[in-house]
């Protein structure tokens, strides 16, 4: 689910709490997996799995930057930073993105000379049984990691997310290598799959890049959730028309402006209560958001009917 979906949002504080924990089990997760890859890694001498503990150890120079992007992201706006400091969620991810790009590479380096010059696997079924624990943990992480998302929109845990998903995959490819390598000696098996994996790896590293590009550009909120603000304002009785809106995301934020057209003869006080009524509706469909109104007479072609004071 993209990190910009509204739905099912929580109010800031709880989201805040939220993602604190997701980039705590993040850390920790990275960490025990280091452990027992590299244990792994040292009586295989695999290099598929080395690509794995490669991708493990980047993991958790991911996830504190997630950790320390996340909690800059949740200070509160002040004097000289107005609309908060949620982009410091999409920069965490640029820059996920170009340490993953970065393991990708080692691990196509790698494995081409393997390739070259390939070398038996020992204790394959060591490095099977490591690789089983790692898809047991990294999904239990990537299940709690899509409830945050989906329910605070968090555009560096999104990022940290994918690239465990990446993981699973890779874990999956590297169980695969050390069975042909090991048990029926295709040793090539070992770094073809560790290349594949490279190629997936970068693919996932373009996608984090792609979404942290788009809110650092304030690229629009998707169109169903447009139409959603749309339907939103429509919706009230004395709303007879919506213009120019203009909406964004900035970390776990959204942002929505747009005009709202009235009837002409409307008094100031019931145009106000009027537009604070459809920010509130706003509000509670999209939590969080700051939202923006500007009220506009609605120009008919006959006469339309006066309001009272």
């Not at 040292?42 to 996340?70: G, H, I, P, R």
């Not at 196509?108 to 020992?122: D, K, N, T, Y």
């Amino acid at each position: 689910m993209s990190a910009r979906d509204g739905n099912q949002r929580l109010d800031q504080r709880r989201a805040g709490r939220l993602m604190r924990l997701a980039t705590y089990a993040s850390v920790v997760t990275a960490t025990i997996l280091i452990a027992v890859k590299l244990g792994a890694w040292w009586l295989t001498d695999s290099v598929s799995l080395l690509s794995s503990l490669m991708d493990s150890l980047l993991d958790v120079a991911a996830s504190l930057v997630t950790l320390l992007a996340v909690r800059q992201a949740l200070v509160p706006a002040d004097q000289e930073h107005r609309f908060g400091h949620g982009k410091a969620e999409p920069l965490a991810a640029l820059l996920q993105a170009g340490l993953i790009s970065g393991s990708a590479l080692f691990i196509a380096i790698e494995g081409g000379h393997r390739l070259i010059q390939p070398e038996p696997v020992s204790y394959g079924n060591v490095g099977v049984g490591v690789m089983v624990f790692s898809i047991l943990l990294t999904f239990a992480l990537t299940r709690f990691q899509k409830y945050v998302v989906r329910r605070t929109g968090s555009s560096a845990i999104a990022a940290d997310s994918l690239h465990y998903m990446s993981d699973l995959l890779m874990n999956a490819a590297v169980i695969l290598a050390l069975v042909l390598a090991s048990q029926f000696g295709w040793l090539r098996a070992d770094p073809l799959i560790a290349l594949g994996v490279a190629g997936y790896i970068f693919y996932s590293a373009v996608q984090i890049a792609r979404e942290a590009l788009d809110m650092l550009m304030d690229r629009e909120l998707p169109a169903e959730q447009r139409e959603k603000v749309i339907a939103v304002a429509r919706a009230h009785d004395e709303v007879l028309g919506v213009h120019d809106l203009k909406t964004r995301a900035s970390g776990p934020r959204t942002f929505i402006q747009l005009h709202l057209e009235m009837n002409g003869g409307m008094t100031l006080y019931r145009a106000h209560a009027v537009a604070e009524a459809v920010e509130a509706e706003l509000q509670t469909q999209f939590p969080g958001a700051e939202v923006i109104i500007h009220q506009d007479p609605h120009v008919l072609a006959e006469e339309t009917p006066q309001y009272g004071t």
